[in-house]
């Protein structure tokens, strides 16, 4: 039973002091960023981020982001071999991007999976700017969510699932963005998307060229080489069978779903198609509302006991990217365009 701090109404950087004294003495926290929610432990010492990989249930080969609250800590754990990443540090930090730089020794393989790269962000969350700067060390953290199941956005979905896992929950309210950083990697310099984000193809190019593989909306085998080793795995997945269905007609998709949808299932749609369908609830009209609400929605639809759940595609034009690419993996590559 983990120990429980509630910041949803008021807050000040003095009630962090126990829960930093927590990522000192090696274990577990549970904090908000302003993407979703991670799994906290000091980055710097070895066997509490081997607990984080415990908890999650997480294969060992998949690497954790540091968090640091300052350049200075930056400094301290990786080395910036290309401009343009300092470019892109400048222009984005604090904020939702990750950047994988060339490690320093000091960084315990646990925390790179034996890589010698280290993924580095900047939370934007007062709350979890505070946590890091008081604990004065980078904190590991992945998201908040067993392997494989959807990250959590608010504490009240991933309580059941976390709270004998950790040592110390801070509840922060409902995240702001609702999906994890985009994470990048700069090579030859040219910026490559490992993991779409909230910051978008279009907001990277103003500092570069950029590419986008092909995993981020297909099928990744568990012997590729990609450059993100998370994305081999299975992800952001409800319990219950999952179809995505998209088409640029609306006629078409309206019709499609229509086909597919069973009396025991759920539509999950933009809110001005609701009335189309038997039984639809709505992730929002706007990306930046379906991104907020999407990871929530998919937890919860998982308790309705439904026998399928039909979810409508977005275009995949900025913040689009990013939803397209969780939403994919949450259906399991049933994807149907049409
Ligand atoms: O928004 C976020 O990024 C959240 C919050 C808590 O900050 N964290 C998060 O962590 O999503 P996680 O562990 O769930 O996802 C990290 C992703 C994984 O896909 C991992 O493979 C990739 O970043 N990654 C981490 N370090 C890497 C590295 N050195 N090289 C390539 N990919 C890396
Ligand atoms: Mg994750």
């Given at each position: 039973m983990a120990k429980y701090l509630n910041l949803t109404n008021e807050y000040?950087?003095?009630?962090?002091?126990?829960?930093?004294?927590?990522?000192?003495?090696?274990?577990?926290?549970?904090?908000?960023?302003?993407?979703?929610?991670?799994?906290?432990?000091?980055?710097?010492?070895?066997?509490?981020?081997?607990?984080?990989?415990?908890?999650?249930?997480?294969?060992?080969?998949?690497?954790?982001?540091?968090?640091?609250?300052?350049?200075?800590?930056?400094?301290?754990?990786a080395n910036i071999t290309d401009p343009l990443e300092e470019e892109l540090i400048k222009a984005f930090f604090p904020g939702p991007l990750t950047i994988v730089l060339q490690?320093?020794?000091?960084?315990?393989?646990?925390?790179?999976?034996?890589?010698?790269?280290?993924?580095?962000?900047?939370?934007?969350?007062?709350?979890?700017?505070?946590?890091?700067?008081?604990?004065?060390?980078?904190?590991?953290?992945?998201?908040?969510?067993?392997?494989?199941?959807?990250?959590?956005?608010?504490?009240?979905?991933?309580?059941?699932?976390?709270?004998?896992?950790?040592?110390?929950?801070?509840?922060g309210g409902e995240t702001k963005v609702g999906l994890e950083s985009t994470v990048v990697r700069v090579i030859n310099h040219e910026i490559h998307i490992l993991r779409p984000g909230k910051i978008t193809y279009d907001d990277l190019s103003k500092y570069g060229k950029v590419i986008i593989p092909e995993h981020i909306l297909s099928e990744v085998n568990k012997n590729d080489v990609v450059l993100s080793p998370g994305m081999k795995y299975r992800h952001y997945a409800p319990k219950t069978k999952c179809i995505l269905v998209y088409s640029e007609n609306k006629t078409n998709l309206i019709k499609k779903i229509q086909e597919l949808e069973t009396n025991n299932t759920l539509v999950i749609t933009n809110s001005n198609n609701l009335k189309n369908f038997k039984n639809a609830i709505s992730y929002g009209t706007t990306l930046e509302e379906i991104s907020h609400n999407i990871f929530k929605l998919l937890r919860s639809a998982d308790k309705g006991h439904y026998e399928l759940i039909i979810i409508e595609g977005v275009k995949t034009e900025g913040l689009g990217l990013a939803i397209m690419n969780r939403l994919i993996r949450a259906c399991s590559h049933n994807y149907l365009k049409v």
């Open positions: 000040n950087k003095v009630s962090l002091k126990e829960a930093a004294s927590y990522i000192n003495n090696g274990k577990l926290v549970l904090f908000p960023t302003e993407t979703v929610y991670g799994i906290g432990a000091d980055g710097l010492n070895e066997q509490a981020v081997k607990n984080i990989f415990i908890a999650k249930g997480r294969a060992s080969d998949n690497p954790l982001i540091l968090h640091i609250s300052s350049i200075e800590m930056l400094d301290n754990i490690r320093k020794s000091i960084v315990p393989n646990a925390v790179t999976a034996n890589l010698d790269t280290v993924g580095i962000r900047m939370p934007e969350n007062k709350i979890a700017h505070d946590l890091i700067e008081l604990a004065n060390t980078p904190i590991a953290a992945p998201s908040a969510n067993i392997s494989g199941r959807p990250s959590g956005t608010n504490i009240s979905d991933i309580f059941d699932e976390l709270n004998d896992k950790v040592d110390y929950i801070i509840d």
